[in-house]
């Protein structure tokens, strides 16, 4: 079931998503060679908390963390560790989540580690193109997989793979709600977005092969012929006019 926010609520979640990009600000400003995931998750959580708020991702389903911190060809679920040192040349994906009077923020952007090469600064710059040409199409009577479909054109188009087993969902009083949000799709499919709909619009975009593998952690997810990947997420919500991005500072 689709729940739909009054404008009261998408305030709070709108609160919800700024504690959250602020956490997220926080982690890119840390980003650099030698650096620990962990080290990285501490500031994520030192953040959150400090606005009395609750780090969504720690202990949800069993998660051990704040942050999800996935390195180069993991492409998302990477759980955060001191033994985890950020090299030259890495590409970082930080999902972040924070929980604040109830409702959730979510939000991930994949980071240059130091200098990195210019196919992963196409990957990552491709990715959040691939985003925004969805955001695009979040408008009163267009359907979900009108926005799928468009990230998958931009991602496609480049030569990329895009990600099938994980795609993003509705949000609201819990993490994951109703509807899922492929980032693949025919158009003209999918329910018809409505005004107070909130959604989790995360392409997932490898240079390879959209297939993938989880490791033994039973967390960590990489893409199953080991080519680099990016990630990049806004909570959002459906308006009367333009789409509003609740996870922006």
């Known amino acids: 079931m689709i729940t739909i926010k009054s404008d009261s609520e998408i305030e709070t979640m709108a609160e919800a998503g700024r504690i959250t990009a602020k956490a997220l600000e926080a982690v890119e400003k840390a980003v650099k060679p030698g650096v620990t995931t962990l080290e990285l998750d501490e500031i994520a959580r030192s953040v959150i908390v400090s606005y009395q708020a609750v780090p969504a991702f720690l202990h949800y389903q069993g998660y051990p963390k704040s942050i999800c911190a996935s390195i180069n060809d993991e492409i998302v679920h990477g759980i955060p560790s001191g033994k985890r040192f950020l090299q030259e040349g890495d590409i970082v994906s930080i999902d972040i989540g924070a929980v604040y009077q109830g409702f959730v923020g979510d939000m991930a ?63 609201g009083r819990k993490m994951h709600e109703e509807p899922s949000v492929p980032n693949y799709g025919e158009p003209g499919k999918g329910v018809r977005l409505q005004k107070g709909m909130t959604i989790a619009i995360e392409p997932m975009i490898n240079i390879g092969t959209f297939r993938t593998k989880v490791m033994k952690d039973q967390w960590t997810v990489k893409t199953a012929d080991g080519s680099l990947s990016a990630h990049y997420e806004h909570t959002v919500a459906i308006t009367d006019g333009a789409p509003r991005i609740l996870t922006a500072l």
């Open 109 to 171: 952007n994949t980071f240059p580690v130091g200098t990195v090469s210019e196919q992963a600064t196409k990957l990552i710059d491709i990715t959040r193109k691939s985003f925004y040409a969805g955001l695009e199409l979040c408008r009163l009577g267009n359907r979900l997989y009108d926005v799928s479909h468009a990230i998958q054109t931009v991602a496609e188009n480049a030569g990329y793979g895009v990600v099938r087993e994980y795609v993003g969902h509705g949000i």
